[in-house]
């Protein structure tokens, strides 16, 4: 029975990665058909279907033409048999691997004309990762994947300013909306500013309002849709491809953005944000925080201690002031993190080093 029963669990495991593995294509040919023809569209030509449009080689010739804007050469514009369509397919890989030197592995020709899915979009995540994934990037070529990606980590965790959160893949980090929200205001401040509110459990929704405000105002293309990036099977390429645009993001006129507070307004100040002072044998370290012209936005106070996070109470002291405290009970440094807007505020971070024994100096916050 046991051996029954495991047989049974590998075969289920077995078919639940091969719905994963099927869903992630179908994400990858959608997100691929639609960068083609975002390019196609300059020539008033479009592809329905990825796996038999481009067997006969043209609109493959006519998308390079755009791209590389050189003339891959005279081929059949309307071929009518089988070895006009090979001949058009042979021009187009020998143009991409011969004249703009892009590396296609082992693909052959055959491969596209005779519509294998996984080959066709091999072939195309050659071509998109030189002409938009590398350039945007930053990177001189194409490379390999792991440069590319580790190109666009770099980009999106200095443009994303989320406290407490750090951009750690290219997949699953996303589904939730709130990282693509957070960098669309980040990109622009105040053109998502709802980003500060958005739960998880609202993840196409979040996805949906922020993929919007981009497209329409900061020129990002949904070659993405919101279902499937908070789909958990989106795949790298696709993610890849859609959050490339930002790194030429432009915000348009006109654009509805919301008043955002000042962080350089805000002071943080008390023995709690203090290097010197404070001991194990202290119930709390106290802080104020001071908001006073600084405007609207949210506060975000964060503590690391020797071992790790620490929680921070705060309390509304009165208008635009804030009194937090943490324990400080472990001997070592403590290091406070103050963000409004999610921009850190002058001073940050502050470092209070808690010593074992009692100060020779009382200090006169404690007295």
């Not at 350039?135 to 990606?149: A, Q, T, Y």
């Not at 981009?214 to 789909?231: F, H, T």
């Not at 350089?264 to 106290?286: D, F, I, K, R, Y």
Request: net charge neutral.
């Amino acid at each position: 029975l046991n051996s029954i029963q495991q047989t049974f669990c590998n075969f289920v495991s077995y078919m639940q990665a091969m719905d994963t593995r099927e869903e992630a294509k179908r994400i990858q040919v959608q997100t691929f058909t639609r960068w083609c023809n975002a390019r196609l569209a300059t020539q008033l030509q479009k592809i329905d279907d990825l796996t038999t449009d481009l067997r006969d080689g043209t609109k493959l010739l006519v998308l390079l033409e755009i791209l590389s804007k050189k003339s891959p050469g005279k081929f059949h514009k309307k071929p009518k048999n089988e070895a006009q369509r090979a001949e058009n397919v042979d021009a187009a890989l020998q143009f991409i691997t011969q004249k703009e030197k892009i590396n296609i592995a082992n693909i052959a020709s055959g491969d596209i004309a005779d519509g294998n899915v996984e080959r066709t979009l091999e072939l195309l995540w050659s071509i998109i990762a030189r002409y938009q994934v590398a350039p945007d990037v930053g990177i001189s070529s194409e490379k390999d994947l792991s440069s590319l990606k580790d190109a666009l980590i770099k980009f999106l965790e200095s443009a994303i300013q989320l406290p407490g959160r750090k951009v750690k893949n290219l997949t699953t980090d996303w589904n939730d909306g709130i990282l693509v929200a957070t960098l669309v205001d980040s990109v622009a401040r105040g053109l998502c500013p709802e980003c500060d509110e958005m739960v998880p459990a609202n993840s196409l929704q979040n996805a949906t309002e922020a993929m919007k405000l981009a497209e329409d105002w900061l020129g990002v293309l949904q070659l993405l849709l919101p279902e499937d990036l908070v789909n958990p099977n989106v795949d790298e390429l696709s993610m890849m491809i859609y959050l490339s645009q930002y790194t030429k993001a432009k915000l348009k006129k006109g654009a509805p953005l919301t008043p955002i507070g000042n962080a350089a307004n805000v002071t943080v100040s008390g023995p709690g944000v203090q290097s010197e002072g404070l001991n194990v044998s202290m119930p709390t370290a106290t802080f104020t925080i001071n908001l006073e012209g600084a405007g609207p936005g949210k506060l975000v106070i964060l503590c690391n201690g020797p071992n790790g996070p620490v929680k921070v109470a705060a309390a509304s002291s009165g208008a635009n002031m804030f009194t937090c405290s943490y324990v400080p009970a472990t001997e070592g440094t403590y290091q406070v993190n103050v963000y409004f807007c999610r921009v850190p505020v002058p001073g940050c971070p502050f470092l209070a080093n808690v010593t074992s024994v009692l100060c020779t100096q009382p200090n006169p916050n404690y007295l």
